[in-house]
Structures are given as C-alpha cells and as structure tokens.
C-alpha cells in the first residue's frame, strides 16, 4: 500500500521554463512534507519542506505548495536549469514528529538547454 | 554538507556470505537511519536507531541487522547476501533536538552487487 505517490516517472522541460513536480499522499495523519534532490551517484540531498499549517513555502526559485483536501503538494521550479536534472523524492512524516519518514518512487527531471 | 561517510562504496560479493556496511557521522546526531534504494520503489527504510544500542525495524528489515555501539558508527548487516539484497544502500542521519520532525541528511551511498 503506497502512502506516498509520485505518478509521473519522469518529466522533460526547456531551460528557462517552469518544473512541476507532483506527489500525491493517501494518509490524512502526515502533517510535514520534504522534497529531496538525488544526482546519479550521490546521497538525497534535502531540498525544501512545508509543515500542513502552511500552504506555501518558497525558497529561491523552488517553491512548495500544499493542498490538504486534496492531499497533493506540488514542487515548482522557476526558472528550471540544466543543473536542476536530477531525480525528485517526495517524502512524508506522521502527526505528532514522526522519526520516520515515508518516500515515493521518485520523479527524473530533465532540463534540456 | 553533513558529515557522513559510508564504506564501502562499492562491493561485489557472492550469495551465502556475509557483510556489513558501515555508517559513520561526526555530526553527532541521535538518529540514524538504513535505506536501500532500488528501481521502481524510491528509498524504502530497513533499520533505524534512535541512540547506542536502541535499534527498530523499518518496513524492509527481512535479511538485515544493524547495530550501534557507539553513537558515531551505525553498522548494517547481511549475515547471508541474496541477490534480492543487490541494491544502493544509503545511510541517513538527523538531530530529532525538538520531538517534531527533522530532515533526515544523507550519505553518499554503498552499491552492493551480490552474484
């Protein structure tokens, strides 16, 4: 049983143009969220983190959004750079500060210049 | 960056033998975690600790042990590789100083090749 999802496999976008990288999670009890960027060959590396009391939560060009009723949150890039190409985890932690965190499947960004 | 090491970073071994891979971090933090990653599942969590000598299982912990002596070093153990047991294994660390939830830093990772 998936809790975290990330649906799309991969995503292809121009330099210069907007990533939206989508998770989607089945468990109302997560109440933190964190995206994580992974290059070929090397650890995740944390990237941003939005908290449920929070819809938002922007950083330089990456920008999180959270919709609870939905129960999706969204990563943007903008503007996306050829560096940006790297595979994307969405991950999750429960009420009340969980130590555990649970992952998607991931999501390969390509940024073509 | 954190300070994580893992080692090996590389190993290739055969079905029936045992191995350990090691974790080490001078960050001084409470938690540390074991993931593999393999395609098609994203990290999936094997063993985690929550300080020396206090171990809990995670949702792939079939085939593995891990032990922590010492608060630095966190070791995960295959006492008889499969090859179902061929993938990336990453080591995690994080603070927990607060009871909410902390990002979890990553080391660079160990690739197990087991023939």
């Known amino acids: 049983d998936q809790q975290v999802k990330q649906n799309s496999p991969s995503l292809s976008v121009q330099e210069g143009r907007i990533s939206i990288l989508n998770c989607d999670y089945t468990n109302s009890m997560f109440d933190y969220f964190l995206w994580y960027k992974k290059y070929p060959a090397e650890g995740p590396t944390f990237l941003i983190s939005?908290?449920?009391?929070?819809d938002k939560n922007e950083d330089g060009r990456f920008t999180v959004f959270l919709n609870k009723s939905a129960k999706h949150l969204s990563l943007h890039i903008v503007p996306s750079q050829p560096g940006d190409s790297a595979v994307y985890f969405c991950a999750a932690s429960f009420k009340g500060g969980s130590e555990k965190l649970v992952f998607g499947k991931g999501t390969k960004l390509t940024v073509n210049p | 960056d954190a300070g994580i090491t893992q080692s090996p970073r590389h190993k290739v071994t055969e079905t029936g033998t045992p191995v350990t891979l090691r974790c080490h971090q001078t960050e001084n933090h409470r938690y540390m975690y074991w993931y593999r990653q393999d395609p098609g599942h994203g990290l999936r969590l094997i063993h985690y600790?929550?300080?020396?000598?206090?171990?809990d299982k995670g949702e792939v912990s079939d085939g593995y042990s891990v032990s922590r002596s010492k608060t630095e070093d966190f070791l995960l153990t295959l006492e008889s590789a499969t090859s179902s047991q061929t993938s990336v294994y990453f080591c995690a660390i994080s603070p927990r100083t607060s009871g909410m939830t902390d990002t979890q830093y990553f080391g660079p990772g160990t690739r197990l090749t087991v023939l």
């Open positions: 600790s929550y300080g020396v000598k206090d171990t």
């Open positions: 939005i908290s449920s009391i929070k």
